[in-house]
T-cell receptor
Framework: TQLLEQSPQFLSIQEGENLTVYCNSS?????LQWYRQEPGEGPVLLVT?????EVKKLKRLTFQFGDARKDSSLHITAAQPGDTGLYLC?????????FGGGTRLMVKP | DAGITQSPRYKITETGRQVTLMCHQT?????MFWYRQDLGHGLRLIYY???????DKGEVPDGYVVSRSKTENFPLTLESATRSQTSVYFC????????????FGDGTRLSIL
């Protein structure tokens, strides 16, 4: 099982600020997914990245997959209170998900 | 409405009791999963099922039993609950193809006194 390390674990920022969270592994990912979990709900898939160097954008969220496919980042521009939640990087290998510990983000109005 | 539903949302029970958590999905997804989420451990897979009557252990299966007699239902039973099983439990389903999303229920918060 591949260990996924996420940083930071906690992040509290003001509305309008930018932020980046990271996901790292000592091994190569076949692919990587990012999920967001809001309080009292289950995780919801945001994006899947497959190719090294790939960049995907989802409105104010930008996801990048490292060239060597061992790391990924999520950048949020002009964060809003609705972005508050737990961001999880996840390896999806043959339908088996391995979760990172998550970054808990709070965006204050 | 289509989706995945878990019941109950909250449950309090005592050590040694049997408790069953229910999960129902309306997509006819072949795969279903049970996870537990704990502070400091994140989400960990308990059991999964690739199809009706096919189940397999995940990372933390001890103390849990599952069954899948129908595609749409995947109940999780704690045969003799222990305090260490206090957790938030999530059920999920997926189509089964590579990189397809898993769709999660809203969870059951279980407290064992």
């Amino acid at each position: 099982t591949q260990l996924l390390e996420q940083s930071p674990q906690f992040l509290s920022i003001q509305e309008g600020e930018n932020l980046t969270v990271y996901c790292n592994s000592s091994s190569v990912f076949s692919s990587l997914q990012w999920y967001r979990q809001e309080p009292g709900e289950g995780p919801v898939l945001l994006v899947t990245v497959v190719t090294g160097g790939e960049v995907k954008k989802l409105k104010r969220l930008t996801f990048q997959f490292g060239d060597a496919r061992k790391d990924s980042s999520l950048h949020i521009t002009a964060a809003q209170p609705g972005d508050t939640g737990l961001y999880l990087c996840v390896q999806n290998a043959g339908n088996m998900l391995t979760f990172g510990g998550g970054t808990r983000l709070m965006v204050k109005p | 409405d289509a989706g995945i539903t878990q019941s109950p949302r909250y449950k309090i029970t005592e050590t040694g009791r049997q408790v069953t958590l229910m999960c129902h999905q309306t997509w006819s997804h072949s795969y279903m999963f049970w996870y537990r989420q704990d502070l400091g451990h994140g989400l960990r897979l308990i059991y999964y099922s690739a199809a009706a009557d096919i189940t397999d252990k995940g990372e933390v299966p001890d103390g849990y039993v599952v069954s899948r007699s129908k595609t749409e239902n995947f109940p999780l039973t704690l045969e003799s609950a222990t305090r260490s099983q206090t957790s938030v439990y999530f059920c999920a389903s997926s189509e089964g193809r590579s990189n397809q999303p898993q769709h999660f229920g809203d969870g059951t918060r279980l407290s064992i006194l």
